[in-house]
């Protein structure tokens, strides 16, 4: 049986890029979900983030968020990572659970990223939230236009 935590949401204090998730279980405390990485997923953004950062004077909220969601991660070897967690590559289907509304995507690197094929970029605030969520688990999106309680469907990876 697979652990989905029941509740996240995107804390008012920060910005929606911060990705800083917090979770309700069965006592009234809040505590930071764990968030699972490959170690080649791991690696990889690592250096990303590294790049980007080295060639501007500051940091973008959301590489600022990435960072801190890679210094917290729990990292295990690529064949150790459960198939439903979302990866670099993976195909994800968030559900909106006010309207229905599907939204697929493959998550991936920058220079990948495309809308029209519905490639989605590891820097896109969203992106970062949800690298290491796995399917079914629930969460509070905001946007301007209010806030959204979405749930990740499914996670693929190729």
């Keep these: 049986m697979t652990f989905h935590p029941p509740l996240f949401s995107l804390q008012p204090s920060h910005n929606i890029t ?33 790049s980007v950062l080295s060639g501007q004077d500051g940091a973008s909220e959301t ?48 220079e990948q990223a495309d809308s029209d094929k519905g490639h989605l970029s590891i820097l896109a605030p969203i992106g970062t939230a949800i690298i290491g969520f796995t399917a079914g688990d629930t969460f509070a999106w905001r946007t301007p236009g209010g806030t959204r309680k979405l749930r990740i469907r499914s996670a693929r990876r190729p």
């Design 63 to 110: 590489l600022t968020s990435l960072r801190r969601e890679l210094e917290r991660a729990e990292v295990v070897a690529p064949e150790l990572l459960p198939p439903d967690v979302v990866a670099m590559g993976s195909r994800v289907e968030i559900e909106d659970l006010e309207n229905g509304e599907v939204d697929a995507y493959t998550l991936v690197f920058p």
């Design 18 to 50: 911060s990705a800083t998730l917090l979770h309700s279980m069965t006592t009234p405390t809040l505590a930071t979900p764990a968030l699972r990485l490959s170690s080649v997923d791991h690696q990889r953004l690592s250096l990303l983030v590294a």
